[in-house]
């Protein structure tokens, strides 16, 4: 029988899962540094609310919640138009290795049709995940990213 993979929106049933699923993200090496589980609520709430900023998708392998990606949605002046950012993306480790990661990316571009660029950031530490990005055409940026938080 063929393993069937499904990438859906969430669903208020979902939370648990994915405050499960994100905090063990946020807690890895895959990240560069631990975040809040209020502020993990409050993207899960945003998005359940249908945010038009951000979209969470849940990722189910044979029936099985396995992974979760979250989107952010903005403008991109140097492309001209909609920018699809990849904010995180989230595989269970024992389903790593079996094409998930590019499924759900071409799940995304086939989503956003209309959107100029496909912008993603990844800790230098996570390895499999940059080489996972390349392979699918995803070249580096030579841009220091800098941030205030209010």
Do not use: W
């Not at 595989?91 to 086939?110: A, N, Q, Y």
Request: net charge negative; glycine share 8%.
């Amino acid at each position: 029988m063929m393993k069937m993979t499904m990438i859906r929106d969430i669903t208020p049933d979902d939370r648990a899962r994915f405050l499960e699923m994100a905090q063990g993200f946020y807690s890895s090496s895959a990240v560069d540094h631990a975040i809040e589980s209020r502020l993990l609520e409050a993207t899960f709430d945003q998005a359940l609310e249908k945010s038009p900023y951000v979209r969470v998708l849940m990722l189910e392998d044979d029936g099985r919640i396995v992974g979760f990606g979250i989107l952010a949605l903005t403008h991109a002046t140097e492309v001209g138009g909609l920018t699809v950012l990849l904010e995180d993306l989230y595989i269970d480790g024992s389903c790593r290795g079996k094409g998930l990661g590019s499924k759900f990316m071409r799940f995304v571009e086939e989503e956003y049709p209309s959107a100029k660029r496909f912008r993603l950031e990844v800790a230098t530490a996570n390895k499999g995940a940059i080489e996972l990005y390349r392979r699918l055409g995803y070249k580096t940026l030579s841009y220091v990213q800098m941030v205030k938080d209010v």
